[in-house]
């Protein structure tokens, strides 16, 4: 049986860590899950990696070693950032700060895509291959209704357009390729958690159910998909 070889990016993270549990469960599964910091694992099949996004040198190696494996079948960037300690989403103009833009758009839309360049010449050309990058529904430019929280829906949008961009080049270059954006909906975790206290409890998910919504849209993926943006559902969100 053919190895399935995985890459999560942001496996410290309460998504990451979820997915990386979750595709090194899986039958002839490798996974390779990086982080700034880089976890231990009890799994024998996940090998940790660091990789930093303000380091393109570190996404290079990153790359350069999972290759020495061989194709490379779902790489998954579950990295991303909408508040620190100093910073909050804006709710409003006079709230807009460069650094806070500056640190979204690294996170959420540069740090993606640095791994989409190193990263998607290694996607398998046999079989279907994924790359998708948690993206969010508020960087749907037609859903947006509430207003606030401009650097993150601004750097999320960015993100969808940048990969949609590189699903047309990969389009020429890999017929396999599928490359995505994935909304995992609402899910319990530091980046949401200062912004849960109206979430219906129905509508929060454990990261380990938006991690099983998640793999069910990935592995459901057909080569026409490629550019689109998914919500955990499995529904099309449009930009
Ligand atoms: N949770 C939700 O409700 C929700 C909703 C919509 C979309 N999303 C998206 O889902 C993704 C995962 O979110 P989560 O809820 O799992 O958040 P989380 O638990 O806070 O994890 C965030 C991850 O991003 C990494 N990260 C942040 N800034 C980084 C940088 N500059 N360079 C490299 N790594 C960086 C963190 O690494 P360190 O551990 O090194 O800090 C961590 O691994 C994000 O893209 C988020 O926008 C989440």
Request: with cysteine; proline share 6%.
């Given at each position: 049986?053919?190895?399935?070889?995985?890459?999560?990016?942001?496996?410290?993270?309460?998504?990451?860590?979820?997915?990386?549990?979750?595709?090194?469960?899986?039958?002839?599964?490798?996974?390779?899950?990086?982080?700034?910091?880089?976890?231990?694992?009890?799994?024998?099949?996940?090998?940790?990696?660091?990789?930093?996004?303000s380091d393109e040198d570190s996404?290079?190696?990153?790359?350069?070693?999972?290759?020495?494996?061989?194709?490379?079948?779902?790489?998954?960037?579950?990295?991303?950032?909408?508040?620190?300690?100093?910073?909050?989403?804006?709710?409003?103009?006079?709230?807009?700060?460069?650094?806070?833009?500056?640190?979204?758009?690294?996170?959420?839309?540069?740090?993606?895509?640095?791994?989409?360049?190193?990263?998607?010449?290694?996607?398998?050309?046999?079989?279907?291959?994924?790359?998708?990058?948690?993206?969010?529904?508020?960087?749907?430019?037609?859903?947006?209704?509430?207003?606030?929280?401009?650097?993150?829906?601004?750097?999320?949008?960015?993100?969808?357009?940048?990969?949609?961009?590189?699903?047309?080049?990969?389009?020429?270059?890999?017929?396999?390729?599928?490359?995505?954006?994935?909304?995992?909906?609402?899910?319990?975790?530091?980046?949401?958690?200062?912004?849960?206290?109206?979430?219906?409890?129905?509508?929060?998910?454990?990261?380990?159910?938006?991690?099983?919504?998640?793999?069910?849209?990935?592995?459901?993926?057909?080569?026409?998909?490629?550019?689109?943006?998914?919500?955990?559902?499995?529904?099309?969100?449009?930009?």
């Open positions: 049986m053919t190895q399935n070889c995985i890459v999560i990016v942001g496996a410290s993270g309460a998504i990451g860590a979820a997915l990386t549990h979750r595709f090194a469960s899986a039958p002839n599964a490798q996974v390779f899950a990086f982080s700034r910091s880089p976890k231990t694992w009890e799994q024998i099949n996940i090998e940790a990696g660091r990789l930093d996004f996404i290079r190696q990153a790359a350069k070693f999972v290759a020495e494996t061989g194709p490379v079948d779902r790489v998954i960037v579950t990295a991303g950032l909408l508040h620190t300690q100093t910073m909050r989403p804006e709710k409003a103009l006079k709230e807009l700060e460069s650094a806070n833009f500056e640190a979204c758009f690294l996170a959420n839309t540069i740090g993606p895509m640095l791994v989409a360049k190193h990263f998607l010449g290694a996607l398998s050309h046999q079989r279907p291959a994924v790359f998708a990058a948690l993206s969010a529904r508020v960087g749907s430019i037609s859903d947006n209704r509430l207003g606030g929280w401009y650097a993150y829906r601004s750097s999320k949008a960015a993100l969808n357009m940048a990969l949609k961009t590189a699903s047309i080049e990969m389009a020429r270059r890999n017929k396999q390729a599928i490359v995505v954006g994935l909304h995992p909906g609402t899910v319990a975790s530091a980046l949401s958690a200062p912004f849960l206290e109206r979430v219906p409890p129905q509508q929060l998910f454990t990261p380990d159910q938006a991690a099983g919504h998640l793999m069910n849209v990935i592995e459901g993926l057909r080569p026409e998909d490629t550019g689109k943006l998914f919500a955990w559902d499995g529904s099309e969100i449009p930009f």
